[in-house]
């Protein structure tokens, strides 16, 4: 395959809005990120400590915590879909409503997921329910993303682009700190049996407060400056997916899919995959275990911004680069101080990979995918990037995490030679990105 690298045309800028609209359009992509990733990650917690026991009840600990991360993976799966759906939309008619549906759809599945009855109470069409609601979350997420991160990046002023692409992934670290957050609540005011039979459906039925704000707070939200320009010009692009898999962008979003999978395959060992392996592996306590993550999930989302200035200073390419391979050089050490089953030595890893490193190099993504695609595109390139990268990158992390164990007899270390290549691949296809827009 031949790469065209010659430089298109530059876009003539567009003109930048009053700071009131900029600080609303960034609370409403922080809160709208925050929400729907507390939705979806809710699933993923729940796979870990849940599902396994209320819809696979009657297969073994191995079976029913891999059926539950394969409903986790189908999520993913569904995404890209989302991706292209949302991602036309929202190249057609804009950032802003695209958004606000993206958001109730979620919270709608998230809600209904809280009420599902279990497979004791309705037999095998429980888990396929579940499976329904999960398709509908994936369908949802993948238009999140990349409106949230265009909302930031495109009311940006052009010297602090950085720090505004790092809002959005401030949502995601917020998202998961409290999906993990409201679990150890619940497991520390309730019996362990009173959780399993009702109490983790506190957390899904929160979810319907948080989206109503949500989406109050977005159709408050003007539209983005770069949109209303080409709107204005009639510039919109009348097939945008086509057009992103065509030369000079397909370049672009072939690598920006290789340099996403270390960023996928890292959140989710340690925001999903480490909860089970500690809590069912290495036999920690499930509400030490979620605390461990809720604090290094907020560590990441105090650090995000400063990885966001260092982004305007450095450049999105050297962070995220330098970011990953750091992410790459603590795999084995970190699995090593899991490997003490100590809660400390657990801590300390979690921290520092999931805390500091995961921080680094996330806080310069969303910028750096957003310079890869002209205005026209652009919702639908970070879609797809984001989230058709997202089936390997992301949802198979946990499946494939667990069979390399199970593989190794136990031990973790084929795990992490798996996690390092990720790394690897990622590091080279983004020194070889061009940001160009």
């Keep these: 395959m031949t790469f065209t690298t010659s430089a298109p045309a530059a876009e003539p800028a567009a003109s930048p809005a009053d700071p009131r609209t900029v600080r609303t359009a960034l609370l409403a992509s922080l809160l709208g990120t925050t929400i729907e990733w507390y939705d979806f990650f809710l699933y993923a917690t729940a796979a870990s400590l849940v599902f396994n026991h209320t819809f696979f009840p009657d297969q073994s ?176 692009a009348p097939v945008p997916v086509r057009e992103i898999f065509r030369p000079p ?63 305007d200073r450095f450049g999105a390419r050297t962070m995220y680069a330098s970011g990953i391979a750091a992410y790459g050089l603590v795999v084995f050490p970190a699995f090593a101080l899991f490997g003490t089953r100590s809660i400390v030595a657990y801590s300390a890893a979690m921290l520092l990979a999931f805390g500091v490193i995961h921080a680094w190099f996330y806080g310069a993504q969303g910028t750096l995918y957003a310079s890869l695609f002209p205005t026209r595109t652009r919702y639908t390139g970070l879609s797809t990037v984001y989230q058709l990268s997202g089936v390997y990158a992301s949802g198979l992390t946990p499946l494939i995490l667990t069979a390399l164990i199970a593989a190794g007899g136990g031990k973790p270390w084929y795990a992490c030679g798996y996690l390092v290549a990720t790394a690897a691949i990622s590091v080279v296809a983004t020194l070889l990105l061009r940001p160009r827009y």
């Design 249 to 311: 962008v397909l370049r672009s979003t072939i690598l920006g899919m290789l340099s996403r999978w270390g960023e996928g395959a890292a959140f989710n060992t340690w925001g999903v995959f480490t909860i089970a392996y500690a809590t069912s592996t290495l036999h920690l306590g499930k509400v030490p275990v979620l605390i461990v993550v809720t604090i290094s999930a907020l560590l990441m989302a105090a650090l995000l911004p400063v990885s966001g200035r260092l982004t």
């Design 61 to 236: 600990s191995f079976v029913g915590t891999m059926l539950a991360f394969a409903t986790f993976a189908v999520g993913f799966v569904v995404r890209p879909i989302g991706g292209f759906v949302f991602g036309h939309i929202g190249d057609r008619i804009g950032r802003k409503r695209t958004l606000a549906l993206t958001m109730l759809l979620m919270g709608g599945a998230t809600a209904l997921m809280g009420l599902l009855p279990t497979a004791a109470q309705i037999g095998a069409l429980a888990p396929v329910l579940l499976l329904v609601l999960r398709v509908v979350q994936g369908f949802a997420l993948g238009g999140e993303w990349a409106g949230a991160v265009l909302l930031a990046v495109e009311h940006s002023p052009r010297n602090r682009r950085g720090l505004f692409g790092s809002i959005p992934q401030v949502g995601l670290a917020l998202g998961l700190a409290l999906g993990t957050g409201v679990f150890v609540v619940l497991q520390l005011a309730l019996s362990p049996d009173a959780f399993l039979a009702y109490g983790w459906r506190i957390a899904f039925l929160i979810s319907i407060a948080l989206v109503i704000f949500g989406v109050v707070v977005r159709f408050r939200v003007a539209e983005t400056p770069a949109f209303e320009k080409i709107r204005a010009d009639d510039d919109r």
